[in-house]
C-alpha cells in the first residue's frame, strides 16, 4: 500500500506527533479562531467529518495506548489541519522541521507536503495498524451520547432517579441526616457526593440537591433545606456554605429504609474505592410522583408530578388485578384513578384529553391555567376612598415565573396590547401567591381575563414526554402511564423477594446460634466442665465442636456464642427466654419463605405498604380539574355523585357534595351553606339538587338561558363564597341568575314552561334547548321591569300551580298552554291584584299528592293538591294559605310540590340551610296558617329564600330525580 500526497491523491497518512508538534507552530486561521473562542462539540464534530473525507492517519504506539485510555481525547488530538493556501499557486505546508528525537529545530528546513506524506509512507510500512477518522469519532461521540444517556440525563423508571439524585440521597445517608437529626451544612453534602460518587461540576451537583428541597417544583421535597433555596421568581438559592439540609421522612422511609438489606445491587464508584446502588429501594414511584426532565443526546424526557394517593391507589388496582381472580385495571378505569397530574404549585388544568395523550401515548401536552377570582379591591381617588374590581390570582402554572410574568403584563399594557388594566401588584408574601390586576371602570372582567389567558403565561401547555431508562437502567424507552406501574411493581416485588432472603438468612443463623445455646443449657455442667479444664480457648472450641461427645457437637457459630456466654446466662430465666426467641424465630422463617414461595403473600405485603403510605404521606390534589368545551369524553370520567349547588345574590355560584348536609329534626336552625360574612353577596338565590352528570339550565331575569354540566360548576366549601359567576358563565354584569333547571335527558315529549314576575307564562319544547350551551341564547321577550323567575319541565298530560306573594294560587291544564317559539313573550297565566307579584310556579304531576306551602318569616304546611281545583288560565286563583295574625309582612316565598317521603333543604336569604323530613310537617287545608318549619331571624332581615328537594337514591346507589 502506498499513500501519495494530497496533490496527487485524495488521502494521505501523517504521523501524529508530526501533526500535534506542527500545529504548535504553524499560526493559521483556525488556530487564531480556537484562541479566540473555545469551539463547540458541534463544531468539531463538522471539521472532522470534512477531514475525513481527505485525511487518515496512523498513530504512534504510545497514542495507541492514550487512545484506549480516553478515546474522546484521543479524536480530538487526531485532527489533520488542511493546508492553508496563501495564495491558489501555493500548495506547499509551511511548518518548522523536528529532529529525530520529535524536539523543536529553529534551523531545520521547512518541510512540504510531499515531504511529510513520504514520512507518513514509511511510517505506514513500519505499523499497519491504521485507524479509520470517521470510524473513530462516530465510536468515541457514541460513548459519550451512551454515558450522558444512562449516566446523567434520564431518570430509571424503578426508583425514578438521575444517578446525582440518587448519589446525593445516598450519600446523605451514609453522612447521618436523618429526618430527627440536625442540620449539615450543604457544601459538605456536595463534597461527599464529589469525592465518593459524582466526579462532575460542584454546580451541577448542588442544583441538583437544590431542586429536591424545593416545594414549588417537587410535589414531596425530598431533602428538607435550612435556609434560602430559591423562589418562585427563579431567585437563585444561597451559595452552598451557607444552607443547610437533612433527608425529610418519605426520603428517609420510602427510599434509604431498606438498602442495608440488599435489596438493590451495589456497583463500585469510579475509582473503585467505594461502592453505591445501582437504584434505590423505592416503596413509591417517585418517576411520577416528584416528575423529573432531562435532555440527553438525541432524546428528552419532561414528566410531570402526580398526587401521592392517587398513585397509591393506582398501585393497589394494579397489584389486586395482579392476584388470581382479581378485577383487571382497564385504561379506563386507571385513567379515572389518576385522571390528571398534579402540580404542586397548584392551579388548573383544561380538560382531559391531553393528560389522556399522554398517559396512553407516552406524549402530549396538558393545559394548565392560573386560579384567577374576580374581587373588590380598596383604591383612593383623591379624598374619596372606593372600591374596583380585580383579578386575583392565587395559583400559577408549574414552572412559570411570577416576577416575568408580572414584567410581561406590564410590557403588554404599555404596548396598548392588554386593555381594561388600571393597576398591577404583587402582594404574594410567605402565605401564597397574590397577583392583583386591577381593572378600569368600563372593563368587563370576562373579555380582559381571555386577554390574559391568550396572551401570557397564566394559561400554559406542559409538554410531556415520557422516556425512562427500562431493563434494568440500561434500555432508554418511551412508556405509558400503565408501563411506568407495572415497571415499579414488578421492582418492589423483587425488592421485598430480596428483602426476604436477607431476613430469612439472618434468622436463621440466629436460629442456629439458638439452638446451640439451648444444647449447651441442657448440658451446663458438661459445658463448664469442658471450659475449664481447657488449656486455651480454641481447646475449649475444638472441644465442644468434637463429634465424639452425642450431647454437642456443636458448629463452629454455636461453639464460638457459647464461649461469650456469662454464667449469669446459664440460668433456667435465660433458657425460657431462649425457647420463647426460638418459637419466635420458627415463626419468622415460616412467614419468610412463605413470601419467598408465594406470589400472593407478596402481592398483600406491597397492598399493606401502598396504603400505609397513602395514609402517612398522601395529601389532598392540589390541581383542581376544569372541563373542556370541547371535550365531550370527560363526562365519561366524571362520577355521577350527588351535589347541591347554591347561587348567591352578589353574583356567586358553588357545588357541594349532598353528603355535607345531614338529616335534622324540624324547627331546628341547621347549617350555614355560604360565607360566615353577613352580605347581600351572600345571600342564597337559589339552591338545588342534582346528579353531576346533569345538564344545568340557568336562565337570567333578561330572558337569557345558558347550559352547562353540573360538575362544570366550580365546586366550594361549605362555608366558601363560592366562584364569580362571570368566570363560569359570559353574564353581564347588569344580569342575575333568576331560574336554575337540572335536566337529566332531552325528551322529544317534554317542554319547557317559563314564568315571569308580572304573570306572563309560556310553553317551549325541551329538544329547542338541547344545543344550549355556555354562550347562551335569548329564550324569551320581556316588557319592561318584568323578569322571567321560573323554568319548569313539563308535559301535556301535566298541570301547571301558579302562587302569588299575597297567598293566591290557580291551577290549570299545560295542554292549554299553544307552545311558542323561543323568543316569543307568551301569555298570562293568572290575573293579579296592584301589588301582587307571582311568588311559584309549579307542574303537577298525576301521582303528585302534596304542595308544599312556605312563607317568608318560616311557616308553612302541606296541602292536598286535589284541594286546588283545575280551572281555566288567566283566572285569580284561590287561597293557598293564610298568615299568622300580627305577621302583615308575611308573604309566600315558595310553593313546592313534594312527597311523603321526600326530604327537603330550606334556605334563608343569609345562608342558613336546614334538611329535614316532608313528613314532619304537618298536612292542613287551604285556609290554614301552617307550623313553624325553621326559626327565622326576622328583626335581621333574615327570611325563606328558597326550597329545594333532595334526590333519591335507589336500591343500586343511583341517584333519581
Known sequence: MHILAPSQSSSCVVDTNIKRRHYRRQRTPLRTNARMAKPSLLSILLICTSLATTYSFVPTQSSLLQSAKSPIANANSHIINPSHQRHPSTTSLHSQSTDEAGSYDPSAALQTEADIASAANDLLLENKHVIDLPDEISSSFMQYALSIILGRALPDARDGMKPVHRRILYAMNGLGLSPSGSYRKCARVVGEVLGKYHPHGDTAVYDALVRLAQPFSTNIPLIDGHGNFGSIDNDPAAAMRYTECRLTRIAAETLLDDIQMDTVEFLPNFDGSEYEPSVLPAKVPILLLNGGAGIAVGMATNVPPHNLGELMDACVALTKGRNEGGEEVTDGKLLQIIPAPDFPTGACIIGKSGSRSLYTTGNGGVVMRAVMHLEEVPTSSGKKKSTRNAIIVTELPYQVNKAALLERIAILVNEKKLEGIADLRDESDRDGIRMVIELKRDAVAAVVQNNLLKKTSLQTTFSGNFL???????????????????????????????????????????????????????????????????????????????????????????????????????????????????KTLDESQTNLRNLLTNDAAVRDTMLEEFMAMKKRFGTPRKTKILPDEEDKADIDLVQNERSVIVVTRGGYIKRMPLKTFESQNRGTRGKRGTSNTISDDNAVAHCFTCNDHDTVLMTTQSGVAYGLRAYQVPEGGRTARGAPIPSVLPVKSDDVITSVLPVSEFSKNEFIVLATEYGWIKKTPLAAFEKLTQRGLIIATLADGDRLNWCEKCTDNDDILVGSTRGQATRFKAADLRPTARTSRGVKSMTLKKGDTIADMNVLRKEDKFVLVVTTEGYGKRVLTEEFRTTARGGSGVIAIKFKAGRVDDRISTMRVVNEDDEILLITSQGVIVRQKVSDISCQGRAATGVLVQKVDVRSGDSISTVSIVPKEDADGDVTQ
Not at 432508554?476 to 407495572?486: K, N, V, W
Not at 436463621?508 to 466442665?529: C, F, K, P, Q, W
Not at 464460638?560 to 425457647?579: M, W, Y
Request: proline share 3%; glycine share 6%.
Open 468 to 582: 425512562a431508562l427500562f431493563g434494568g437502567g440500561t434500555n432508554p424507552q418511551r412508556f405509558t402511564l400503565r408501563e411506568a406501574l407495572d415497571c415499579f411493581l414488578d421492582f418492589r416485588f423483587q425488592t421485598i423477594r430480596n428483602k426476604c432472603a436477607f431476613q430469612l438468612d439472618k434468622v436463621e443463623n440466629r436460629a442456629h446460634i439458638v439452638a446451640g445455646l439451648l444444647i449447651a443449657l441442657e448440658s451446663t455442667d458438661e459445658v463448664i466442665a469442658i471450659v475449664r479444664n481447657a488449656p486455651d480457648q480454641a481447646s475449649a472450641r475444638a472441644a465442644l465442636m468434637s463429634t465424639d461427645n452425642p450431647k454437642l457437637g456443636l458448629s463452629s457459630a454455636q461453639a464460638d456464642a457459647v464461649l461469650k456466654l456469662q454464667l449469669g446466662q446459664l440460668t433456667r430465666l435465660n433458657g425460657d427466654k431462649l425457647n420463647d426467641e426460638k
